[in-house]
Structure formats: structure tokens, C-alpha cells
């Protein structure tokens, strides 16, 4: 029996999979349009982005409003997440009901806590990191890999090379009579939802 959680937690993953795919709706796959596709990450144009409007001082597709920021590709800056070691950020929707962030993870870094009563959820599109809760229990999360963490879990994020995140975080809504879990997997082990077109 799928809950709220679990419907939320497959749309974001199937946002998160249109939203750093390398195929558009209508084209081809990118084996027949770029032959060197193969030599890149699968989530390359997640930290390379292929606009890049250098030429035109000032141009940006960002949208900031009385309520929240959506901050795309060619406005991002990267500064020190608080909290975290050895780790840089760059804020992509701000703060609207929920953060949405990613996290540049380098050679022995770590990761703080959300506030209180903020849940969290991560997915790794670049490296590998380790998960590990406050009874020790750690799980080895690799690209393609989730994690959701229930609010006011202890947990931490470690990266011995180096790992890009994206980090969702929002304030926790109660459901009555229902506690939340923490869930690890990984999209691979998801069905494949049909997609009409």
C-alpha cells in the first residue's frame, strides 16, 4: 500500500530523472547525436551545464520573487554549506516550501544536520559517499543511489574522494498515526513508470 511519502518520493525521483536526463522528449538518443557520449558521467550536464551565456553580460533565466528564488545553471555560486566539512553548495530553489541544493562533496569530507524537524532526502549524481546513522548501521550510496532521512535523524554524510549531491530539505508535515523510516535505495531497483508520448 503506497502512503504520501512513497508518492512524493517517486515524483521527486522521476523530477530529479527528467531534470538531469541527457535526452530531451523529442530527440534522439544521445549515442547517435554525440559519439563521445559515452566518455561522460551519466549526470554530466547536472555540474556542466550546456548553456553557458558568457557572451551575454547579465543574461539569466534565475527567477527571484517575494517568497522564493529559483536559481538555474548560469547563476549558481558555490560557497561553504554550513555545517559541512570540506564541502561547497549552491542553492538551486530557495525557500518556498522546500531547499533544494547541490552538495560538491571533496576528499574526506562530511556532512552537518538539517535544523530540527527538517527531513531530508539525497540522491548522488557524481562519486560515492557513506551513510551512516547514529547506531552505526552505514550503507555505501553510489550514483543512482537515495536516501531519505526522516526529521531529527542522526546521521552522517563522509566522502573519502569526491561526490556531487542533490539535497532536498523541508519542514516536516505529520501524517496522523504514521512514523516515518529512513529509506536507502537506488532508482535502479524502481519500476519503470510508462511515460504517455
Not at 39 to 68: A, C, E, I, M
Not at 111 to 120: F, H, I, K, W
Not at 141 to 169: G, I, R, W
Amino acid at each position: 500500500m503506497y502512503t504520501p511519502s512513497h508518492f512524493l518520493l517517486l515524483t521527486i525521483l522521476s523530477l530529479i530523472k527528467v531534470a538531469v536526463s541527457q535526452v530531451e522528449f523529442c530527440s534522439m538518443p544521445p549515442s547517435i547525436i554525440n559519439s563521445d557520449s559515452d566518455s561522460k558521467p551519466q549526470y554530466w550536464k547536472v555540474t556542466n551545464p550546456t548553456l553557458s551565456p558568457s557572451h551575454l553580460q547579465g543574461f539569466t533565466r534565475s527567477v527571484y520573487k517575494r517568497d522564493h528564488a529559483l536559481i538555474t545553471p548560469e547563476s549558481q555560486v558555490f560557497s561553504p554549506l554550513p555545517e559541512w566539512t570540506n564541502t561547497l553548495g549552491a542553492y538551486l530553489i530557495t525557500p518556498a516550501n522546500f531547499v533544494m541544493y547541490l552538495a560538491k562533496m571533496q576528499g574526506n569530507s562530511k556532512s552537518g544536520l538539517p535544523p530540527s524537524d527538517v527531513e531530508r532526502f539525497i540522491f548522488v549524481v557524481q562519486g560515492a559517499v557513506s551513510l551512516t546513522n547514529i547506531f552505526g548501521v552505514s550503507h555505501e550510496l553510489m550514483v543512482d543511489s537515495y536516501a531519505y532521512l526522516p526529521p531529527n535523524f542522526q546521521h552522517s554524510l563522509k566522502c573519502d574522494a569526491s561526490a556531487t549531491l542533490v539535497v532536498f530539505e523541508r519542514r516536516y508535515a505529520s501524517l496522523e498515526k504514521y512514523v516515518t523510516e529512513q529509506i536507502v535505495s537506488s532508482t535502479k531497483k524502481q519500476p519503470l513508470l510508462e511515460t504517455p508520448g
